[in-house]
């Protein structure tokens, strides 16, 4: 069974979020194409709804008319999403807003102290359980900070930037590698004050309201790993990748599957909207280990289990280190990819940073725990398409997380 043919994703879950947020903010009417279709970003619609921002479907468009905020009536529920926790703690705190932020057992389980910690330099008053959620935050004067990030995170540098929109004076944020840049294209599109010197960004504090959005999202390149992948190891497949992200810290990932051997040729790229787009074509050719390092991590974070699915299939040794950040995702990632491969017969090896893994190996069908993890779920349903037996998913349903119509369109392109 073969993968074949053409497929155009739902918009990227990162610019999807920020869209919303930056929407909001701005003066008048914003029209967003493509929006996610993932269950994350709407949980990001529903908190934005509930702090008085009107949001309205238009056929496949989404309407945001940008406007002043107000404290929620209830509890902000962020569901699964840590996108929408993060950011929205800067945004809100910005905007001098109070609220109480909450998720479901999963998020809640999820360390909140890396955003809290610097909003608290810039005087923000919260409460949070012992750095997770519920946290509440409290209108605040804000001022700005200069602060030099411990992780590489977009979510840190996002909720920072953010905050800084509502903080007198300027704000700084410093990262020790380059994350993901959508936050600092899209404001300096709409018209925020905002400057780049090497891994250190300034935001000043908006002066007025920013201007609206006329986007259509492109493809998300982490959703679009998983197909791609599908195609690297199933023999006889090629599949075309059409309207795909492809901003330079978002495709680490397809950097490593070049240096693995996939056969893969970018047939167009163009730039909208600040981002660089294109249509990839990716094809089964044999694959070989590689190491993926540290300075790599930043840029192909979300799509280290699909690598690990990669890894196994190929010839050689692949060792990922410092990657501890996925410890702490939606699941310890970590803890299971690998326990979920010793189940299907892999050779891996778990390191408190990453895991090593031997291939080729012939995977058998296994009961696999998805620990509600969207991106377990995705990934280990690519490794039963060359397992022996079937992959069964103690939770198929989580995958809608991020993408609704992934059973679907994996269904339509097995040929």
Not at 93 to 106: E, H, K, M, P, Y
Not at 153 to 172: D, H, I, N, R, Y
Not at 192 to 209: C, E, P, R, V, Y
Request: charged content about 25%; glycine content about 10%; hydrophobic content about 40%.
């Amino acid at each position: 069974m073969a993968i074949k043919g053409k497929i155009t994703f739902p918009g990227d879950k990162s610019i999807s979020h920020r869209a919303l947020m930056f929407a909001a903010l701005a003066d008048g009417e914003s029209r967003i194409s493509n929006l996610s279709t993932g269950a994350d970003v709407q949980s990001t619609r529903k908190c934005l709804e509930a702090c008085g921002i009107q949001i309205e479907d238009d056929g496949d468009d989404v309407i945001v008319a940008g406007g002043q905020f107000s404290d929620p009536d209830n509890l902000l529920d962020c569901g699964n999403s840590g996108t929408t926790t993060r950011l929205l703690l800067g945004l809100l705190a910005g905007q001098g807003i109070n609220a109480t932020l909450i998720g479901d057992a999963s998020l809640s389980s999820r360390p909140m102290n890396r955003i809290l910690d610097p909003l608290s330099k810039m005087g923000l008053i919260a409460g949070s359980n012992d750095g997770k959620l519920p946290v509440t935050i409290h209108k605040s004067n804000l001022k700005g900070i200069d602060y030099h990030s411990p992780v590489a995170s977009a979510q840190v540098k996002s909720a920072v930037l953010l905050a800084g929109l509502g903080a007198e004076g300027k704000t700084t944020v410093t990262e020790p590698i380059l994350s993901r840049d959508h936050t600092e294209k899209m404001l300096a599109g709409v018209g925020a004050h905002i400057s780049i010197n090497g891994l250190s960004t300034t935001i000043s504090k908006l002066k007025a309201q920013l201007n609206p959005i006329h986007i259509t999202v492109p493809g998300d390149p982490s959703t679009a790993a998983f197909f791609t992948v599908a195609a690297a190891i199933v023999p006889d497949s090629e599949i075309t990748l059409d309207r795909i992200l492809r901003n330079p810290t978002r495709i680490g990932f397809y950097g490593a599957l070049q240096k693995m051997g996939a056969g893969m040729d970018c047939l167009e790229t163009w730039e909208e909207a600040g981002e660089t787009i294109g249509k990839l074509k990716v094809f089964h050719l044999p694959l070989k280990g590689i190491t993926i390092t540290k300075d790599d991590v930043p840029r192909l974070i979300d799509e280290l289990p699909i690598i690990a699915i990669l890894a196994t299939q190929s010839e050689g040794e692949t060792e990922v280190r410092g990657a501890e950040e996925l410890r702490v995702k939606e699941c310890d990632r970590i803890y299971a990819v690998c326990k979920n491969l010793k189940t299907m017969g892999a050779d891996i090896e778990e390191l408190d940073d990453g895991f090593i893994i031997q291939g080729p190996t012939h995977l058998k069908g296994a009961e696999i725990e998805t620990f509600h993890d969207h991106r377990i779920a995705m990934a280990f349903t690519i490794a039963g398409l060359v397992a022996d037996g079937d992959v069964i998913l103690d939770h198929p349903e989580c995958a809608s997380i991020s993408y609704p119509e992934f059973y679907d369109e994996l269904e339509r392109l097995a040929q």
